[in-house]
């Protein structure tokens, strides 16, 4: 099965994990480009649900895709935007997260992706922790390989 993986990053600790990613899969990665914003206006941007900001970004082609992103607070609006413009069979996301109510909000973004494929998975990754035999390992189930 071919996979797409794509990213928003605004630490870089996302992008880390697309990278490990694209290199498990021998794939391009391809990050969600937004607006350079100062953290604090991302951070009350997060506060509003399902708010969109719009995002630049290569078009959806493969049947399975990873997405790789950021727990703010209730929204990552340029991830938001991505997942209501794209499709594929088999979605999986890649959450990196510092605070706390991880669980929470990536069953938020699970509801969301389940409107655009039926098999969805997600992985939850503390950002210093990144392991990279995790995320392989987590790899061979949501691939099944």
Not at 42 to 60: D, H, N, Q, T
Not at 63 to 73: E, G, V
Not at 105 to 115: S, T
């Amino acid at each position: 099965m071919e996979v797409a993986v794509y990213y928003f990053t605004f630490t870089g600790n996302s992008k880390r994990v697309a990278e490990i990613i694209g290199k498990a899969l021998n794939c391009r990665i391809f990050e969600i480009r937004s607006f350079k914003l100062p953290y604090i206006i991302w951070l009350l941007l997060s506060f509003i649900p399902l708010l969109e900001i719009p995002a630049k970004f290569e078009k959806v082609t493969k049947d399975a895709i990873i997405i790789c992103f950021p727990k703010w607070t209730f929204n990552c609006p340029p991830v938001t935007y991505f997942m209501r413009r794209m499709n594929a069979k088999k979605i999986g996301l890649v959450i990196t997260y510092g605070g706390f109510d991880e669980k929470r909000y990536a069953e938020f973004y699970k509801g969301m992706a389940k409107k655009k494929a039926k098999d969805v998975e997600y992985l939850l990754i503390k950002k210093d922790a990144i392991d990279e035999e995790k995320i392989v390992g987590w790899l061979k189930g949501f691939l099944q390989f």
